[in-house]
């Protein structure tokens, strides 16, 4: 499939970028995901404001302005969907500091090297959204900048292998509070959610909470359909406690968590199925993606 790389279209296979990327050096770039539904960006605005509130934290300038970066990702979306990549797209952009030998500081006046790709988007199907995701927990050990969506991933690509090693699809991280106390931040790359007395409760973003688009498309899905709905601290004790789980990204979009640490999530009759709120506003979802 075709790829996007420093103005160049070229064929994913053939992109290359030099070794002395700080990319390739230092993770250090920034990135984003953007869903793409019949040929449509899905909450452009939201992943340009992100894209650029990470690129000022970390002082790489902006290469395009928002109407650039629109022309090229509308042409990759069609680029890839001419070359058989289908209609729904997962858009992936990342922006690097660019190529300069290895110093930590960061060189003044470089290029920052821009590359787009485009994946096929396969979001959870019936089978899986009724099966549900099982998770575990794990102390979060990556560092407090968790607000920008940066390259070095490390971190997380840890978390998640720790779900895969136990069977499971994803990790929530539990962090201690500087003053007692353990909260939820974030999965390895998702955000969590819990359902308490019929109202969804999310992690308010901080330093170690990604700003999730789907944290603002949740809110207003609910103000939609009538579920109250707040960000705040979740405690540890409240996640295990919860009636639901559910946890949001643009790949997966919105899946239950049915399983926490092998245990089924929920209580009563609904124990270990996705409850009635997941099921609201996976509709309400399916509805804003048309
Ligand atoms: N990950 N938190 C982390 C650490 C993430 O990596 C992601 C998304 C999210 C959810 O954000 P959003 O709703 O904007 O997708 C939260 C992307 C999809 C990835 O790394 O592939």
């Known amino acids: 499939l075709p790829c996007h790389l420093d103005g160049r279209w070229l064929a994913l296979d053939e992109a290359r970028?030099?070794?002395?990327?700080?990319?390739?050096?230092?993770?250090?770039?920034?990135?984003e995901v953007v869903p793409v539904y019949r040929r449509r960006l899905f909450r452009f605005d939201e992943h340009m404001l992100r894209l650029e509130r990470s690129l000022t934290a970390v002082r790489i300038p902006n290469p395009h302005g928002r109407d650039a970066w629109l022309a090229l990702m509308r042409e990759l979306v069609e680029r890839v969907a001419e070359a058989g990549g289908g209609d729904e797209q997962l858009l992936y952009l990342q922006i690097t500091r660019g190529v300069t030998p290895r110093v930590h500081g960061m060189p003044a006046g470089l290029k920052p090297t821009v590359f787009l790709m485009s994946t096929p988007h396969h979001p959870p199907g019936p089978e899986q959204r009724h099966r549900g995701a099982s998770c575990i927990t794990h102390a979060d050990f990556r560092w407090s900048r968790g607000d920008i969506?940066?390259?070095?991933?490390?971190?997380?690509?840890?978390?998640?292998?720790?779900?895969?090693?136990?069977?499971?699809?994803?990790?929530?991280?539990?962090?201690?509070?500087?003053?007692?106390g353990v909260t939820v931040s974030e999965g390895s790359s998702s955000n969590v959610w819990i359902v308490l007395e019929g109202a969804l409760?999310?992690?308010?973003?901080?330093?170690?909470?990604?700003?999730?688009?789907r944290l603002e498309l949740l809110q207003s899905l609910c103000e939609e359909t009538g579920i109250a709905c707040h960000l705040r601290p979740i405690g540890e004790a409240e996640l295990y406690a919860a009636d639901e789980i559910l946890i949001s990204s643009a790949g997966r979009e919105l899946l239950p968590v049915t399983r926490l640490d092998g245990e089924p999530v929920g209580h009563g009759a609904g124990r270990g199925k996705p409850g009635p709120v997941y099921a609201r506003l996976h509709e309400a979802y399916e509805q804003a993606k048309l």
Not at 150 to 176: C, F, H, K, P, Y
Not at 201 to 209: D, E
Request: proline letters at 7%; glycine letters at 16%; charged letters at 15%.
């Open 17 to 31: 970028v030099p070794v002395l990327d700080r990319g390739f050096m230092f993770g250090d770039g920034i990135y």
């Open 149 to 180: 969506k940066s390259t070095s991933l490390l971190g997380n690509v840890m978390a998640r292998q720790l779900a895969m090693d136990a069977g499971a699809d994803e990790t929530i991280l539990l962090r201690e509070m500087p003053h007692g």
């Open 201 to 213: 409760i999310g992690v308010p973003p901080s330093g170690h909470t990604l700003a999730g688009i």
